[in-house]
C-alpha cells in the first residue's frame, strides 16, 4: 500500500519488505508495475519485530523531492533522499511529554507514546502522537481479555499535535486533545 506517490509517478511505501535484499529498511520507491526501485531508511539494515516502534517508518513528501520520516516510538526527525538513499538530516525534537520507548504487554504500565502521523505544510512538519491521557489511570481489569470499548480507549490517550520548525528543529506550536483523531 503506497503512503505517497511521487511527482514522478513512482511510489514511497514505509514498510518492512521480508526479503533479503530489502530487509531491515523501513522505506522503499517502488514503480508503476511494484517493482523496488531503491530501498532506504535506515543507515544499518535491522529487522527485528519487537523493535517496529524504533526501526519502522512514518513518512511524507519533503521539499525538493525529499522524505520526511519519523519512527513511531522515538520523537526524531530524518529527512532522507530517495533519489541516493541518503540520510540528508536527522535531530531528536526536545519535548517534555514525550515517552520514548517500545510497547508494553503489561496494561497497567503507563504508555508509552506513538507518532501516528506526520506531514509538511508551509515549511512546518506537523506530527499526530497518541499519548497516555493526562489523567492516566491502568484498566479495571488490566491484563485479561475483554471487549474494546471506545470509552476506555479515551480514558487511557489523549492525542497530542504538534508543529515543529525543521529549521530551528524545535517545536513552536502544540495542543493535545482528549478525543481520538
Given at each position: 500500500?503506497?503512503?505517497?506517490?511521487?511527482?514522478d509517478g513512482s511510489y514511497v511505501v514505509a514498510r518492512q519488505i521480508r526479503t533479503p535484499?530489502?530487509?531491515g529498511f523501513p522505506i522503499h520507491v517502488v514503480d508503476s508495475s511494484g517493482g523496488v526501485v531503491r530501498s532506504f531508511g535506515a543507515e544499518t539494515p535491522q529487522f527485528r519485530p519487537d523493535l517496529r516502534l524504533v526501526l519502522d517508518r512514518l513518512v511524507a513528501p519533503g521539499p525538493a523531492g525529499t522524505?520526511?520520516?519519523?519512527p513511531p516510538g522515538r520523537y526524531r526527525v530524518e529527512r532522507w533522499d530517495p533519489e541516493t538513499a541518503r540520510l540528508l538530516e536527522s535531530f531528536d525534537v526536545p519535548s517534555a511529554w514525550f515517552r520514548q520507548g517500545g510497547r508494553s504487554e503489561d496494561e497497567r504500565v503507563r504508555p508509552n507514546s506513538v507518532v501516528e502521523s506526520l506531514w509538511e505544510r508551509d515549511g512546518f512538519l506537523w506530527v499526530l502522537t497518541r499519548d497516555a491521557d493526562a489523567g492516566w489511570q491502568p484498566p479495571r481489569e488490566p491484563n485479561t481479555e475483554r471487549?474494546?470499548?471506545l470509552d476506555e480507549y479515551d480514558r487511557t490517550y489523549d492525542w497530542v499535535l504538534d508543529v515543529i520548525d525543521v529549521r530551528r528543529r524545535?517545536?513552536?506550536a502544540t495542543r493535545r486533545f482528549t478525543n481520538a483523531h
Amino acid at each position: 500500500k503506497p503512503t505517497f506517490v511521487r511527482d514522478d509517478g513512482s511510489y514511497v511505501v514505509a514498510r518492512q519488505i521480508r526479503t533479503p535484499e530489502h530487509a531491515g529498511f523501513p522505506i522503499h520507491v517502488v514503480d508503476s508495475s511494484g517493482g523496488v526501485v531503491r530501498s532506504f531508511g535506515a543507515e544499518t539494515p535491522q529487522f527485528r519485530p519487537d523493535l517496529r516502534l524504533v526501526l519502522d517508518r512514518l513518512v511524507a513528501p519533503g521539499p525538493a523531492g525529499t522524505v520526511w520520516a519519523m519512527p513511531p516510538g522515538r520523537y526524531r526527525v530524518e529527512r532522507w533522499d530517495p533519489e541516493t538513499a541518503r540520510l540528508l538530516e536527522s535531530f531528536d525534537v526536545p519535548s517534555a511529554w514525550f515517552r520514548q520507548g517500545g510497547r508494553s504487554e503489561d496494561e497497567r504500565v503507563r504508555p508509552n507514546s506513538v507518532v501516528e502521523s506526520l506531514w509538511e505544510r508551509d515549511g512546518f512538519l506537523w506530527v499526530l502522537t497518541r499519548d497516555a491521557d493526562a489523567g492516566w489511570q491502568p484498566p479495571r481489569e488490566p491484563n485479561t481479555e475483554r471487549p474494546f470499548l471506545l470509552d476506555e480507549y479515551d480514558r487511557t490517550y489523549d492525542w497530542v499535535l504538534d508543529v515543529i520548525d525543521v529549521r530551528r528543529r524545535r517545536v513552536i506550536a502544540t495542543r493535545r486533545f482528549t478525543n481520538a483523531h
